[in-house]
């Protein structure tokens, strides 16, 4: 069965509306490929009101505080954090992962201060899946994670 991309991303923000569920990051790959780019701004339109959009992190303290501050939202980072430094991805992978034999989810730290992320995350890159498969940073971003 073939699904389509507009039933992919139509899925996803479904997905994303559900209560909030750590277990269902998603990475949006490629966004700034037209169709793509044009799919997510639909969708965004449709369901403005039911998520929390950061479009700028200037450090890692502030995307752990950030995260903290919404710890139980639906997130959507349209800045694309996985090609910023290890520090950043430190910070999102807590969001992001868990344990995979005990569904334990990581803790998002900075420094001695940390938290559990209840939230939803979608974050969008302009990377292909490919080339964000190539990353080792993101091994376990990417094991966790629905990449569409």
């Known amino acids: 069965m073939n699904?389509?991309?507009?039933?992919?991303?139509a899925a996803m923000f479904r997905d994303l509306q559900l209560p909030p569920a750590r277990f269902t990051p998603y990475i949006y790959a490629d966004y700034?490929?037209?169709?793509?780019?044009?799919?997510y701004l639909k969708h965004k339109s449709l369901n403005n009101s039911t998520f929390i959009y950061c479009d700028t992190i200037i450090s890692p303290k502030a995307l752990f505080e950030f995260l903290k501050l919404n710890s139980s939202a639906r997130v959507v980072f349209e800045e694309d954090?996985?090609?910023?430094?290890k520090e950043y991805i430190d910070?999102?992978?807590?969001?992001?992962?868990?344990?995979?034999?005990?569904?334990?989810?990581?803790?998002?730290?900075?420094?001695?201060?940390?938290?559990?992320?209840?939230?939803?995350?979608l974050v969008l890159s302009r990377l292909t899946?490919?080339?964000?498969q190539g990353k080792v940073s993101l091994k376990y971003i990417l094991r966790d994670s629905k990449v569409i």
Request: net charge negative.
């Open 3 to 9: 699904i389509s991309l507009e039933d992919r991303v």
């Open 32 to 39: 700034l490929m037209e169709e793509r780019s044009a799919l």
């Open 81 to 85: 954090l996985l090609t910023k430094r």
């Open 91 to 121: 910070v999102i992978a807590g969001a992001i992962c868990s344990n995979p034999n005990t569904v334990e989810p990581w803790k998002v730290s900075y420094g001695a201060e940390s938290f559990v992320f209840k939230g939803s995350i």
């Open 129 to 132: 899946k490919e080339e964000l």
